[in-house]
């Protein structure tokens, strides 16, 4: 199993949502961040923003989904601009459910 938290643009997260949903991924955290990238905030005219809201989706998946998950966030997220976001993946040891108290997804 794996985690994926994908930070991203808010005007974008519900487009990537839909995809991910569309191609059977609809288990999915999503969460208001702030926080800034390697371009440390963005400067507008005379005003400098140091942290930018974004979107962060956190999925846990069985590892074998894993590029299809990644190549749907990139291909729906993607703009060309800074602040498009970034993908992190990680192992996850065990999952549980709390209701049935069983393990696994």
């Known amino acids: 199993m794996k985690m994926i938290r994908a930070i991203l643009r808010p005007d974008k997260v519900e487009e990537v949502v839909d995809a991910l949903s569309n191609a059977g991924h ?33 999925l846990v998946t069985p590892s074998e989904e894993i590029d299809d998950i990644i190549e749907i966030i990139n291909e729906t997220a993607f703009t060309g601009n800074f602040g498009d976001g970034k993908i992190f993946i990680s192992p996850v040891e065990e999952a549980y459910t709390v209701r049935t108290r069983s393990k696994g997804l």
Request: aromatic letters at 6%; charged letters at 30%; glycine letters at 10%.
């Open 26 to 58: 609809v288990a999915l955290t999503k969460m208001d961040v702030i926080g800034r990238g390697k371009q440390k905030g963005i400067r507008l005219d005379n005003i400098y923003y140091d942290e930018l809201p974004k979107v962060m989706l956190l």
